[in-house]
Every structure is written in structure tokens, then in C-alpha cells.
């Protein structure tokens, strides 16, 4: 890292949490802004795509005419990072979803979006991460997906340990984009947003 030299990380501000995924980037040393236009994603060594409304995000990057800015800049190796509806974006393939729902490609794998069931189902686990060593992450899962389906090229970070929904998968990263189905800002533990800064956006910007 050059002294003094942070790198610039995007968070998606159309729709969702994106106050409390700019607060974590900015205490993991990355210099966090809100992206909202093509000029600014262009800006960016990096992007987060916040939870929220998976469709309604899809829609609002149409509206902002961000959608195919944001999948060329994927297929560029553009580092993301992408919680809940996030990892839904991020998908090459969506099941129970709206047809017109438009997905980003950015890792070859299948999501199933509200697979734990409806917000009253929303709950908390310990998970053994893979890049994490010092204990597990508390993961808070909120009307949350789960990934069907992981492609060849695609690592499995994190799985569900135990309980009804017990070895699906739940953290993946494929190249330089990671997607996590639970909400690593809402717990106060930075470490996943610190894995994405440290060893997925740096070496990619240089600094």
C-alpha cells in the first residue's frame, strides 16, 4: 500500500442500506462514496451493491441507465461486492423472481431469492468463513437468498452449519466479486468488508 493512498470504493445508491455499507468502508480505510451515475461508477476501483429490493434495484439501474455501464465494468474485473440483494444482482441466474428482474453476471451461480422464507423468519448464525481465521462471523440473515448453484470457477466462503437450512451455501466469490447472503454492515464486525478491501480491491487498484 502507498502511505496515505486509499482506494476509492463505490456503494450503489439506488435503493437499500447503503448509509450503514458506506460507514464500514470508510472505518476499513477505503476512501467511500455514493454511486448514483455513470460518471461516478467510472471513478471507482470498487463497488458494493447494498441489500435492499433486488427487483426495484434491477429497475432503478435501468432508470439510471447504470445497467449495462455496471456489467461492463464487471466484465472488466471491476472489484464488487454485493450483500443479500446484492449477491442477487450479482447472479447469473434468479429463481422466484420477476421475469423482468436484470441480472449483473458478475458469478456464474444460481440464487434463490427469499429462499429462508419471509421477513418474520429473518435470523442469526456463527459462520466459519473461508480468508477469516479469527472465529466466526456473526451473520444476520433478512429475507435472505441462498446460492442453488456455484459454477466451476466459483469458491464457497461460507455455509449454513446447522438447522432446517443446514449446508446451503451462503458466501461465495468467483475473481474479484464476493456476495454474501447476510449483512455483514448491521453487526458492527468488519472483517468481511475488510477481506474485500484489503485483498480484493487493493492489489486490483494498486495502492
Given at each position: 500500500m502507498l502511505d496515505?493512498?486509499?482506494p476509492t470504493i463505490g456503494v450503489l445508491a439506488l435503493q437499500g442500506d447503503v448509509r450503514e455499507h458506506l460507514h464500514a468502508l470508510t472505518a476499513c480505510g477505503a476512501e467511500a462514496v455514493p454511486v448514483r451515475r455513470v460518471s461516478e461508477l467510472a471513478a471507482i476501483d470498487g463497488l458494493v451493491l447494498p441489500g435492499g429490493e433486488s427487483t426495484t434495484i434491477s429497475k432503478l439501474l435501468e432508470v439510471f441507465e447504470l445497467l449495462e455501464p455496471l456489467r461492463q465494468r464487471l466484465r472488466d474485473g471491476m472489484p464488487?461486492?454485493?450483500s443479500c440483494a446484492g449477491m442477487i444482482l450479482l447472479a447469473s441466474e434468479v429463481l422466484d423472481t420477476r421475469p423482468d428482474m436484470q441480472a449483473l453476471h458478475g458469478i456464474d451461480m444460481t440464487v434463490r431469492r427469499n429462499a429462508f422464507g419471509r421477513q418474520v423468519d429473518s435470523f442469526e448464525t456463527d459462520l466459519d468463513f473461508t480468508g477469516i481465521d479469527d472465529g466466526p462471523v456473526?451473520?444476520?440473515?433478512?429475507?435472505?437468498?441462498?446460492?442453488?448453484?456455484?459454477?466451476?470457477?466459483?469458491?464457497?466462503?461460507?455455509r449454513v452449519p446447522s438447522g432446517p437450512a443446514a449446508g446451503q451455501i451462503v458466501a461465495v466469490r468467483q475473481g474479484n466479486v464476493i456476495a454474501t447472503s447476510f449483512h455483514p454492515e448491521v453487526t458492527g464486525d468488519l472483517r468481511v468488508h475488510q477481506l474485500f478491501v484489503d485483498t480484493v480491491v487493493r492489489p486490483r487498484a494498486g495502492v
Open positions: 496515505g493512498v486509499k464488487a461486492y454485493g456473526r451473520a444476520v440473515f433478512i429475507r435472505a437468498p441462498w446460492v442453488e448453484r456455484a459454477g466451476d470457477g466459483v469458491e464457497v466462503l461460507a
